[in-house]
């Protein structure tokens, strides 16, 4: 016991300090202890935001780790990342792993795997790396076409403004307003109208049903009718109204004579005539047709 003095006992407690902070820092790494884990290597070109515990993607779930990066200087872009994967992943040939970040610049590695399941790549192998676009890859894609719009959009935005400036688009808005509030008036007349013809559809339907009844009965009243002894008696009329024209138009009767005998429209007419001469003479000379006396009538 004489051997673990108070010096060695403190030896011992930083020594046993110094690893188990080198294992944690291992751990927070991200990196496992004692791993058991298959290794590849990817080669890549530009490795940028890559680092060593960086955590290895397959279809959003994490298969693996980064464990190291080595660079070779006389070949600057043949850059060898030493992954970790679970000794249950299968890597099938023709597979890729693609640098991605997030939006908050979390970088990783995504295993995009080859198209036969069947083909399987070995222990140790090379996988060729590259740089997924990602949303902020579509981003800065899309920065040069952004630059070429914004003169066309300055000039949209100076045209708008521009327009927005006329007085004639104020009083728009405003004729805008104003139908807006005649179609607001126009609804709530429509809805009374509507609420009008609500109440006032049992009478009306009671009125039409009442002329559908008129209508019914003057229909039973038509057929009632006996029709061919009606046209019998219009027939017989019209008869009688043929013999009567055909009688005026001939010189039988007296109307047939009067109506074409000429001699006889001038004799009435003459006698007229003399008729007339008489009373205007009896007007003119009243004497010579009476004779009044006081004293009565003298003899001859």
Do not use: C, W
């Not at 009329?237 to 007296?254: F, I, R, Y």
């Amino acid at each position: 016991m004489k051997y673990f003095t108070k010096e060695v006992k403190i030896a011992l407690v930083a020594i046993a300090g110094i690893v188990i902070l080198f294992f944690g820092m291992q751990f927070l790494k991200g990196l496992t202890l004692f791993s058991t884990d298959d290794n590849y290597y990817a080669r890549f070109s530009d490795v940028s935001g890559l680092s060593a515990s960086s955590p290895v993607y397959a279809n959003g779930y994490k298969v693996g780790v980064v464990e190291s990066i080595e660079y070779d200087y006389s070949r600057p872009d043949n850059i060898i990342a030493v992954i970790g994967l679970d000794t249950q992943l299968n890597l099938p040939k023709g597979t890729r792993a693609e640098i991605s970040s997030d939006l908050l610049g979390n970088v990783k590695l995504e295993l995009k795997f080859g198209p036969n399941p069947i083909d399987l790549m070995a222990k140790g192998d090379t996988i060729e790396g590259g740089t997924a676009s990602g949303l902020m890859g579509r981003a800065a894609e899309m920065i040069p076409q952004i630059e070429v719009m914004l003169p066309k959009l300055d000039s949209i935005l100076a045209s708008l403004n521009t327009l927005m400036q006329d007085p004639a688009i104020k009083n728009s808005l405003h004729n805008v307003d104003d139908i807006t509030a005649n179609l607001s008036a126009t609804s709530r007349e429509l809805n009374t109208l509507s609420i009008q013809l609500n109440k006032q559809m049992p009478s009306m339907m009671a009125k039409t049903n009442g002329i559908l009844t008129n209508a019914e009965g003057v229909t039973q009243k038509l057929n009632d009718i006996d029709i061919v002894a009606t046209m019998q008696k219009v027939d017989r009329a019209m008869a009688n109204v043929e013999q009567t024209t055909a009688k005026l138009n001939s010189n039988d009767g007296t109307l047939g004579l009067l109506m074409r005998d000429a001699d006889l429209y001038n004799n009435m007419n003459a006698t007229m005539q003399s008729a007339d001469s008489l009373l205007i003479d009896m007007r003119q000379h009243p004497k010579r047709y009476v004779h009044f006396s006081v004293f009565g009538k003298k003899d001859k």
